[in-house]
């Protein structure tokens, strides 16, 4: 079973400040861990993921993401914020043994307000 | 190259009525997914495609969800009768056959609402 915990609902910052935005995840297996990005009226967009490669993995937009199996978290950063990265995040897992096709399994979604 | 594209992107309709959402994946993608988001839920997996095969549909609610993916390549997800409960976002997904570690794209979702 897998599951992912996104330890914020929210999240508010300044343009210009870094942004983090926390993940959690538990699975049976060793994981492919996604980030996607939801902008308002849009689709789902994959903002990076983690295949077992590198633990430091880079993203679009100047978004990278961490991936720690010690503490089974994967954490969403960017240095510096734009406005137009308010949006909502999902932090996102599946079983990575699967080469048939599966489900992915979403966290709740943390919502990003980007201030001026 | 086209995304996925859904139809239609929202759906107003009463307790009782039948409403059919569309999905038509990336073309070449085997792989067909369909999600949904109810209100203030997590995103949830209903059901996977490969071609016109069910491969897993164990997150559809209830026998009142049909899904259908005649010939292998759009598919129609049709609720009948619809309850209040099936607010929510239907979002439709698509990836290519046989990649390891598949990323799935996600069409812009159906919003429907239910009164």
């Known amino acids: 079973a897998q599951s992912v915990t996104q330890l914020d609902s929210h999240v508010s910052v300044s343009e210009g400040t870094p942004v983090l935005l926390r993940c959690n995840y538990s699975?049976?297996?060793?994981?492919?861990l996604f980030w996607y990005v939801q902008h308002p009226n849009k689709g789902l967009q994959l903002l990076l993921k983690y295949t077992s490669a590198a633990t430091l993995v880079k993203g679009i937009n100047g978004f990278e993401a961490e991936f720690k199996k010690s503490e089974t978290s994967f954490h969403l950063t960017k240095p510096s914020a734009h406005m137009s990265d308010a949006a909502e995040y999902f932090c996102?897992?599946?079983?990575?043994?699967?080469?048939?096709?599966?489900?992915?399994?979403f966290g709740g979604g943390t919502r990003v307000l980007v201030k001026p | 190259e086209a995304g996925v594209t859904q139809f239609p992107s929202h759906s107003v309709i009463e307790k009782g009525q039948t409403v059919t959402l569309r999905c038509d994946p990336i073309s070449g993608h085997d792989n067909l997914y369909w999600y949904r988001r109810v209100m203030g839920k997590e995103i949830k997996f209903l059901l996977h495609?490969?071609?016109?095969?069910?491969?897993?549909e164990s997150g559809m609610p209830n026998n009142r969800f049909l899904a259908e993916r005649t010939g292998g390549t759009y598919s129609t997800l049709k609720v009948q009768p619809a309850e209040l409960e099936d607010s929510g976002v239907y979002f439709c997904a698509s990836s290519q056959p046989g990649v390891y570690q598949e990323t799935q794209y996600f069409g812009p979702g159906t919003r429907l609402l239910v009164l």
């Open positions: 996102v897992v599946s079983d990575a043994r699967a080469a048939a096709g599966n489900k992915l399994t």
């Open positions: 495609f490969v071609k016109e095969s069910k491969q897993d």
């Open positions: 699975s049976s297996y060793s994981p492919s």
